[in-house]
């Protein structure tokens, strides 16, 4: 009889610390066997507390997943206090975990996390898949391209991202230490989340068929492009956002100077900022829908360069 990797799985705590409310703040991680030799699979989500979307998916593919071979290790939840307040940071010092990897043991809590992570997650795994999205208020589309193992074309986003990498993040830290890591940007925003939960599962399973975990070849979409100049558009002025593109037109063009949002202050009603396409055409890779908060420096879209789109 078959049983699912959730059934066959062993689940630890590893302790980070004690936290000055007396709870103990520890990250749960889940070791499943395959059914035969294969490489290591690490996957991870929570990095960031806001990005609840991730940790769904990682649940979901583990409930879902049935014969493999290899070794999963999986850690669905990296900052817990984060993930709670439902924040990008960690509220105990306010740092954000993906810009402090390898983080240090005796650092700020933050460092500590990232420490653990590397000691603990690392040297188990041959490759890793590390699951974000667009955070309380935004919708994300693409996925990295930082390395030549394959991976993030198998992951099957239609939009591959191959700007440099975060110094501190984890993604960065685990490639240069030999370990292959894809970084989904999917969903958040609270929009089509079974789309994009499901869109993240594909994405795991194509990854661990291109590692002959699973047999069959990666199922992605028919257009994927690579683009090499991307712009995180933050605005100059805090308000509310009214945004003329939603979830539902990620991955479309728009041409120079369309009109994204406008930013109103809400005590006054007048208008603070006029945010335009940048390039043409401007692809949109991260949105808002059409109200949303915003403050100074925000995420407020992602925009990439059509122009410079390459076929995969
Ligand atoms: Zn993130």
């Known amino acids: 009889m078959t049983t699912t990797a959730a059934e066959r799985r062993t689940t630890e705590r590893i302790p980070v610390a004690t936290i000055a409310n007396g709870h103990t703040l520890d990250l749960v991680v889940h070791t499943i066997e395959g059914d035969a030799e294969g490489p290591r699979l690490g996957l991870i989500a929570g990095i960031h507390g806001d990005e609840p979307l991730g940790v769904e998916t990682v649940r979901r593919f583990v409930d879902e997943l049935g014969s493999f071979r290899g070794r999963l290790v999986v850690m669905p939840v990296a900052n817990p206090y984060a993930f709670q307040a439902l924040t990008r940071n960690t509220p105990l010092d306010m740092n954000n975990l993906n810009r402090v990897f390898p983080g240090a043991r005796d650092g700020m809590l933050t460092e500590q996390l990232a420490a653990t992570i590397v000691e603990t997650l690392l040297p188990r795994i041959d490759y890793l898949v590390d699951f974000h999205s667009g955070g309380n208020l935004a919708t994300v589309d693409y996925v990295y391209l930082h390395d030549?193992?394959?991976?993030?074309?198998?992951?099957?986003?239609e939009i591959l991202f191959r700007g440099p990498s975060y110094e501190g993040s984890l993604g960065d830290y685990a490639r240069s230490n030999g370990v292959p890591t894809v970084v989904?940007?999917?969903?958040?925003g609270q929009q089509r989340n079974e789309h994009y939960v499901q869109k993240g599962v594909r994405g795991t399973l194509n990854v661990m068929r291109k590692l002959d975990m699973l047999d069959g070849e990666p199922e992605v979409p028919e257009r994927q492009v690579v683009l090499d100049e991307m712009v995180v558009l933050r605005p100059h002025e805090g308000g509310l956002m009214l945004s003329n593109v939603d979830a539902t037109r990620l991955g479309e063009q728009v041409p120079r100077d369309f009109e994204l949002a406008r930013i109103v202050n809400p005590y006054t009603f007048e208008t603070l900022e006029r945010i335009t396409a940048p390039y043409d055409p401007t692809l949109l890779v991260l949105v808002r829908e059409p109200v949303t908060k915003v403050d100074p420096g925000d995420y407020g879209f992602i925009l990439a360069n059509g122009a410079t789109a390459k076929p995969v």
């Open 148 to 157: 030549q193992s394959g991976l993030a074309e198998a992951f099957g986003c």
């Open 184 to 188: 989904s940007e999917l969903g958040g």
